[in-house]
């Protein structure tokens, strides 16, 4: 079955350090998107993705962040400068394609910001 | 304001019975809506959805109701098994997915099966 990739699986960076998350979404899909989860709270939708632009934000998704689709297949999250209440889970996301609305999340990439 | 919330934030079933999940959603233009399962360290893995022009939706031993004169969402989950442990989210959006994947999400229910 087709599944979204992210990697690292975890990182653990010094504060004011540049942070890049790498996923590979579903190689059909059109839609591509990032949440993070704090620890212990409820999933929070950051950034959608499609056609090459950004879509939809999220106020937590400030100049801060960004998100590039470099070539074909990969799908980035930058922090420039990472704070301490950056540490999360980031899932990224894909949908689209052949596989219709249902949007489906990678295991996620573990930020530790010290 | 709009939210997604969770009566109940713990569950306990014993192996076998049948799981009832509930979920209060408040913007009434939400028009699709997911139930997500998590498991410990993993990410949401998709169970079931539900466009609102439906209120029943049967999958392999779950199915999701939906009512909306009362913004209520229920998961049901029968013969519940040990596997079935884990946090179950439900999200909305007030886009029928494609680019609308700004998605709401509550605050989970934690499901604890007991052999």
């Known amino acids: 079955e087709p599944e979204v990739t992210q990697t690292p699986s975890h990182q653990v960076t010094q504060m004011g350090q540049e942070v890049i998350l790498r996923c590979v979404p579903i190689s059909n899909h059109l839609y591509f998107y990032w949440y993070r989860q704090i620890l212990g709270q409820k999933v929070e939708f950051l950034v959608s993705?499609?056609?090459?632009?950004?879509?939809?934000k999220s106020e937590i998704f400030d100049d801060q962040f960004s998100v590039e689709r470099p070539d074909g297949s990969n799908f980035t999250l930058k922090i420039r400068s990472t704070k301490l209440e950056d540490s999360a889970m980031y899932f990224c996301?894909?949908?689209?394609?052949?596989?219709?609305?249902?949007?489906?999340f990678g295991e996620g990439s573990w930020l530790t910001v010290v | 304001g709009e939210s997604v919330g969770l009566h109940l934030p713990t569950l306990s079933v014993q192996e076998g019975d049948n799981s009832i999940i509930n979920c209060a959603y408040s913007n009434s233009a939400s028009d699709y809506f997911i139930w997500y399962k998590q498991e410990s360290g993993k990410g949401p893995q998709f169970i079931i959805d539900i466009r609102s022009n439906m209120d029943k939706r049967q999958g392999q031993r779950v199915t999701v109701l939906l009512n909306k004169t009362v913004k209520h969402l229920s998961l049901q989950i029968a013969a519940t098994q040990p596997g079935d442990s884990a946090v179950y989210f439900c999200a909305e959006n007030s886009g029928y997915g494609g680019s609308q994947g700004n998605l709401i999400f509550g605050k989970g229910t934690k499901l604890s099966v007991k052999p």
């Open positions: 996301a894909s949908s689209g394609g052949s596989s219709g609305n249902t949007i489906y």
């Open positions: 993705f499609y056609n090459n632009e950004i879509s939809e």
